[in-house]
């Protein structure tokens, strides 16, 4: 950078120029130094927001998905079993930073024992492609519940 008013040439004769400055030791040489971090990444936080089901029953999934970095998370995927039978499976393109999202999906449970849902997330941030599962218990409740206890 040359300092502000010093690059002017003056006309001494015809055939002659001097200038007035921008002698090189009259320059402001910025120096600057980068160095490259890689933020700090957080997994995403995933929670059922209905815990309760109904056996045989179409039911509502509701998942919340919420991003605690800075960084947007793209392409996440979500499959979520219980006892190894596929329940859903939800496909995001992107959750921006800081930002949270509910998705749904209707299901059907097939089998009173299942208690867990295993939900496999699979998402790419700040270059890398992370993988984690998510283990959310639930209750199942059949459309008839007897409290009678036939053991006298």
Do not use: W
């Not at 999934?61 to 219980?82: D, K, W, Y």
């Not at 859903?88 to 059907?108: P, W, Y």
Request: cysteine-free; aromatic content about 8%; overall charge negative.
């Amino acid at each position: 950078m040359i300092a502000r008013g010093h690059n002017r040439f003056k006309e001494i004769q015809e055939d002659f120029y001097v200038h007035g400055g921008a002698l090189p030791e009259e320059l402001i040489v910025p120096v600057g130094y980068f160095e490259y971090t890689m933020p700090e990444v957080q997994n995403l936080r995933v929670q059922l927001v209905k815990t309760e089901y109904r056996l045989l029953t179409k039911e509502t999934l509701i998942l919340r998905i919420a991003n605690p970095n800075t960084l947007p998370v793209r392409n996440i995927s979500m499959t979520v079993t219980s006892q190894a039978l596929p329940l859903a499976t939800i496909q995001l393109a992107e959750l921006a930073g800081k930002d949270e999202t509910e998705v749904s999906q209707n299901i059907r449970l097939q089998h009173q024992e299942m208690t867990v849902f295993q939900i496999a997330l699979m998402y790419e941030i700040a270059g890398s492609t992370l993988e984690e599962t998510i283990m959310q218990p639930i209750t199942i409740k059949t459309m008839t519940q007897s409290k009678f206890d036939f053991d006298i």
